[in-house]
């Protein structure tokens, strides 16, 4: 079962990151050249039916991957991830509303979160500081355009083979 | 220590990760060669290699199949385009033929002396040696019985026979082919004339009768149309020898013609009207 599961994050892990990263792909989701961070939606969808240990590593290492591959600060995508995970993780309890305006909600307040942690790393690493001078517009499409793949990130993992494969933490605990 | 562990190895490892995501940011402002980055990607890169390759390999497959339709798809479209030109070019080429015999036709039809009405060829039985054919023209467009036909062939007035048979809209016309036939005829240069009867179904050449023995006739020649009968104008080429037969202890020779008349080639003839027939002309014998 959990040699199921490190495949089933392995290639969904790849398929996101193939998109995210646009590697091979030329930026063919780009708008603006603004990307939806697409890891972050399935890093909050993927936390409500899997174990919280598993996505914290997750959530590291496909964070470090898009920060060693898309020129980041390394690092500053997997510390999000990891504090997301880790905000989600404490406030489990308060999180059992399995809607979409929730999650939805979730996303939001992660890429408000996520604003404020590029800003302030970037006020720390002050030599950098110039890759996250982005203006609040295109922050603000970053934004939409990642609520706007939720639905269909949602219709995709809540699919009953997926949930079932994760069913330790549906039904185990 | 162990149990501690697995209580709080959530909380642990989010700290190690935090250390480690912030040293990494850490050392990449700092100019240190050996970064986290750097490892990272270094042991990525062969995972990312691979992905890569297989990721290129699959689009590029696909992107052929795609790629491949499309062009079965324009090869279909081109083949049909071809077609349709070829169809058009036969059709032009055609047009083009029918243009040039018409405008022929037109010319000479100024120049001759008499009036014609032009007639299509609408039935021809290449089985009997063409010796009856049928064009478009009957009483209603004033067409007799006896009336004679040329055709253009070539640019030259070339002699196809006679009406035997009027109909409202079509005519059948006796060709110079049929036996019945006989038109006066001359040599070319010399004005030894004789009587060239068909040969068909038996043959397709015209025997030459009543043509003076001592006429010097030589393979090749020319024989035209030399108007006696009042039917045929003199002057309309009908063959060329293709064979001489003197005989001493006769006033004449034989002389067989083959006639230049090529009915594989034409589509149009001209009926002569108004040329003087004679008054002898009976139905029952239809030669000149």
């Not at chain 1, 599961?5 to 930026?27: A, V």
């Amino acid at each position: 079962m959990l040699f199921k599961r490190i495949l089933f994050y392995f290639i969904i892990g790849s398929i996101c990151l193939f998109i995210q990263l646009s590697i091979f792909t030329n930026n063919f989701l780009a708008i603006k050249n603004v990307m939806p961070d697409i890891m972050l939606v399935l890093i909050i969808l993927l936390f409500q039916i899997c174990d919280d240990f598993e996505m914290l590593i997750f959530a590291f290492i496909t964070g470090f991957v898009i920060d060693v591959y898309s020129g980041n600060l390394a690092g500053l995508n997997a510390f999000f991830y990891c504090i997301v995970v880790a905000l989600l993780y404490n406030f489990k309890n308060y999180l059992n509303i399995k809607t979409l305006p929730f999650y939805l909600f979730l996303v939001l307040l992660s890429l408000l979160i996520k604003l404020f942690i590029y800003y302030l790393f970037g006020y720390i690493f002050k030599e950098v500081f110039v890759i996250y001078k982005s203006t609040l517009l295109s922050y603000a499409i970053h934004i939409l355009y990642t609520l706007f793949w939720v639905p269909f990130l949602s219709m995709i993992i809540y699919i009953k083979p997926i949930i079932e494969l994760n069913s330790k933490k549906m039904y185990g605990k | 220590m162990n149990q501690y562990f697995l209580k709080n190895k959530f909380t642990i490892f989010f700290i190690i990760f935090i250390v480690i995501s912030i040293i990494s940011m850490f050392f990449t402002t700092s100019s240190f060669i050996l970064t986290p980055k750097v490892i990272f990607g270094a042991i990525s890169y062969p995972f990312v290699k691979a992905y890569t390759f297989v990721v290129q390999n699959t689009l590029t497959f696909f992107s052929s199949l795609k790629e491949l339709n499309l062009l079965k798809q324009e090869n279909v479209r081109l083949n049909e385009e071809l077609k349709q030109l070829k169809e058009a070019k036969f059709k032009l080429e055609l047009l083009e033929r029918e243009n040039k015999e018409l405008k022929q036709m037109l010319k000479l039809k100024e120049e001759a002396p008499y009036d014609v009405l032009p007639a299509q060829i609408i039935l021809k039985d290449p089985t009997n040696l063409y010796s009856v054919i049928t064009i478009n023209r009957g009483s209603n467009d004033n067409i007799k019985k006896g009336l004679a036909v040329y055709a253009i062939q070539d640019g030259e007035k070339i002699i196809v026979g006679k009406v035997i048979e009027v109909n409202f809209f079509y005519s059948k016309v006796m060709t110079v082919f049929d036996a019945r036939s006989s038109i006066s005829v001359k040599e070319l240069y010399s004005n030894y004339s004789g009587i060239a009867r068909g040969d068909a179904p038996t043959s397709n050449l015209l025997q030459v009768e009543y043509f003076p023995n001592e006429a010097d006739i030589f393979f090749n020649d020319i024989f035209i149309t030399a108007g006696f009968g009042g039917i045929f104008p003199p002057g309309i080429l009908v063959g060329k020898v293709v064979d001489v037969q003197k005989q001493n202890f006769s006033l004449y020779q034989k002389i067989t013609l083959k006639p230049l008349i090529d009915f594989s080639k034409i589509q149009y003839v001209f009926v002569i009207l108004n040329y003087e027939i004679t008054e002898d002309y009976t139905e029952s014998s239809i030669s000149e």
